[in-house]
T-cell receptor
Framework: KNQVEQSPQSLIILEGKNCTLQ??????????LRWYKQDTGRGPVSLTI???SENTKSNGRYTATLDADTKQSSLHITASQLSDSASYIC???????????WGLGTSLAVNP | EAEVAQSPRYKITEKSQAVAFWCDPI?????LYWYRQILGQGPELLVQ????????DSQLPKDRFSAERLKGVDSTLKIQPAELGDSAMYLC????????????FGPGTRLTVL
């Protein structure tokens, strides 16, 4: 069964600290992996999209990695800011039917 | 910067009533998606349009939900009659070339069914 699992479920860090969020997937065949940021009560905003051949992609203070062999991805946030408080969702697109498999997200709280 | 527009932002209705949501995608985006997101869960695709044609509505509860995109631009999602379990955030997204392109989401419509 195609699944996307994220950890931790929630995380609290202090402003200025770094953190890493994890995503494991069993989607096969694989097309691409996406990370979205979703503020409370708002629609998701795309951070990165990575295909099979890409193992690192950055977007400002956000850096995503992909290991297609172990089917794992991580999202690293550097020098966190209060505005980083949000849910971060990992999404994998299947290569056959193009469906997007959504994870449940990691809820991040950045405290002053 | 172009954005996906949705209205209303909030809707409260009683069960058995009809509700409708509107979405205006980013100009030039041929693909439009309607998602339902229950609190604490990821978005669930309800329907996908390519221009004015439905390409995926496998998860749309067709006994009560309907969606249309008559001119291939803006779209309407309707629920009739609404049920208590329909309370959720309804998100619209658009992309320029289909599944592999970045999806841009609107702010959503928060529906509460009493």
């Amino acid at each position: 069964k195609n699944q996307v699992e994220q950890s931790p479920q929630s995380l609290i860090i202090l402003e200025g600290k770094n953190c890493t969020l994890q995503c494991n997937y069993t989607v096969s065949p694989f097309s691409n992996l996406r990370w979205y940021k979703q503020d409370t009560g708002r629609g998701p905003v795309s951070l990165t999209i990575m295909t099979f051949s890409e193992n690192t992609k950055s977007n400002g203070r956000y850096t995503a990695t992909l290991d297609a062999d172990t089917k794992q991805s991580s999202l690293h946030i550097t020098a966190s800011q209060l505005s980083d408080s949000a849910s971060y969702i990992c999404v994998v697109q299947a290569g056959n039917n193009r469906k997007l498999i959504w994870g449940l997200g990691t809820s991040l709280a950045v405290n002053p | 910067e172009a954005e996906v527009a949705q209205s209303p932002r909030y809707k409260i209705t009683e069960k058995s009533q009809a509700v409708a949501f509107w979405c205006d995608p980013i100009s030039g985006h041929a693909t439009l998606y309607w998602y339902r997101q229950i609190l604490g869960q990821g978005p669930e695709l309800l329907v996908q349009f390519q221009d004015e044609s439905v390409v995926d509505d496998s998860q749309l509860p067709k006994d009560r939900f309907s969606a249309e995109r008559l001119k291939g631009v803006d779209s309407t999602l309707k629920i009739q009659p609404a049920e208590l379990g329909d309370s959720a955030m309804y998100l619209c997204a658009s992309s320029s070339r289909g599944h592999t392109d970045t999806q841009y989401f609107g702010p959503g419509t928060r529906l509460t069914v009493l």
